[in-house]
């Protein structure tokens, strides 16, 4: 998540949340936001510019056609670049735009207990976090809910291997009456007997 350079350098330091200031994202937001209106006219300019080859091809040869035909490929190649460069600066407008709301917040959050768990997430991924989050202008107590919910997945989630996923359904299924502990136990067998045969091919 690239941002200003000024805050970025603030990145590695534990704290980092607290010494960046509001009028330095607003900065930076103000930044982003150009450079996503000078980003757009770009793609509206390419896209016209693809409109007028196509229409220069009509009625001309299929020689013709076809170099108009490589021409138009190209800028729509250059479109999809850009529009992948546009989508990156939406998220990154939306993770500066929220950071610049917990900043706001700051007071309020830390009475809660909440900017603690906060400022623990590493930067990078707050900043990844905060680009998908989604607030509304409501009231505190309505956005603190989110910001509850976002910090639940944060030190909620663990990552499940593919293997303990499936003895952790298994373990549904016979608490949920839907297979016998016994039927678990050979498919349990089968798995420890086809790795023993696995290794015996293997040696």
């Known amino acids: 998540m690239g941002i200003g350079d000024s805050i970025r350098r603030r990145l590695g330091g534990k704290s980092w949340l607290e010494t960046v200031r509001p009028e330095e994202l607003e900065k930076e937001l103000l930044r982003v936001d ?19 080859l196509f229409q220069e ?3 001309k040869s299929n020689i ?24 990156r600066l939406m998220k990154q407008r939306r993770a500066l735009s929220n950071l610049l709301r917990l900043k706001k917040w700051e007071d309020r959050l830390k009475e809660k207990g909440v900017w603690e768990k906060i400022k623990s997430i590493d930067p990078e991924k707050l900043m990844a976090i905060l680009s998908e989050a989604q607030w509304e202008d409501r009231s505190f107590e ?12 944060e030190f909620g989630s663990v990552e499940v291997d593919e293997s303990t996923r499936e003895i952790l359904e298994l373990w549904e299924k016979v608490e949920n009456s839907e297979l016998e502990p016994e039927k678990v136990e050979e498919k349990l067998s089968v798995r420890i007997g086809e790795k023993e045969g696995e290794k015996k091919e293997e040696a």
Do not use: F
């Open 34 to 52: 150009n450079q996503i209106e000078a980003l757009g006219r770009e793609i509206q300019r390419l896209e016209a510019k693809k409109k007028e």
């Open 142 to 153: 309505e956005n603190l809910d989110r910001i509850n919910i976002m910090l639940t997945r």
């Open 57 to 59: 091809g009509i009625g």
């Open 64 to 87: 013709e056609k076809m170099l108009l035909a490589e021409k138009i490929k190209d800028l729509d190649a250059e479109v999809k670049m850009k529009l992948k460069e546009y989508n």
